[in-house]
């Protein structure tokens, strides 16, 4: 076998292996999505329709609009809180820096029924005024930071000092270097922090169910769990499952699109 027809077979395989993945993390949605398009009628034919997109309550809808709203805030708290972080832990060297750190790695591996119950605990004795909408903010801010956080450490970590000193030298401030310099070239970092917390605090389902009743604000993962309990997996409640990934996809391409690639150079393009 020459070495052109072993290239043809390692491609091939390579293709493969990634439509079997593509098809593995593509799967739920697809099954959902034809649950909510595919419909018996009386008679017992299959049919395909929109309808149960059209029959989604108007609750489902305002949940969608402060699940969305919580998660653009939550995104701007830990990615302004954590940049400034990580710049300090990755440059700087001060005592209890590694015990710091591994008190942060901690809270991470907490059961998210524990920090929930916790959380819970905390609002009915502490954060009091901290309850409705900025209650969820705060909640989804201190559980999820360590994610944006860690990515901004390690992208300091592997960026190399040498480009701060050619801008300083060529007469660039502290800030102008960092803005000018630093920050797009760590953006990759900040953009898999971006993601994770988005998609994590706009799908978030544990945190939200314990929080929910001290806050008294129901997210639209929370209401399309009660709709599955009231209405079992009907066709509208699948609906309402796929405008939720849909939406997670949506908001995660427009920030690549127009933010990850424009202001933060070297971040995933589309």
Known sequence: MNKHNKEKIYSAIVYLYLIFVCILILMPLGITLYRAIFIYDENGNLTITIEAYFTISEAFWEKLQTSIAIALVTVAITTAVSLPVAYGIARYDFGGKKLLFTLLNGVWYVPGITYGLSLVLAYYFVYRFL??????????????????????????????????????????????TFLRVTLPLIGPGITAGVILVLVLSLNEFITALLISLPTRVKTAPLQVFSDIRHAGVRPFVAAEATILQLVSLAIVIIYLKFFGTKYLRGSIMI
């Open 131 to 176: 309850l409705g909408f900025w209650g969820f903010v705060a909640a989804y801010s201190t559980g999820f930071m360590l994610l944006s956080l860690l990515t901004m450490i390690v992208a300091f970590k592997n960026f190399d000092p040498v480009y701060e000193e050619a801008a300083r030298c060529l007469g660039a401030g502290r800030l102008k």
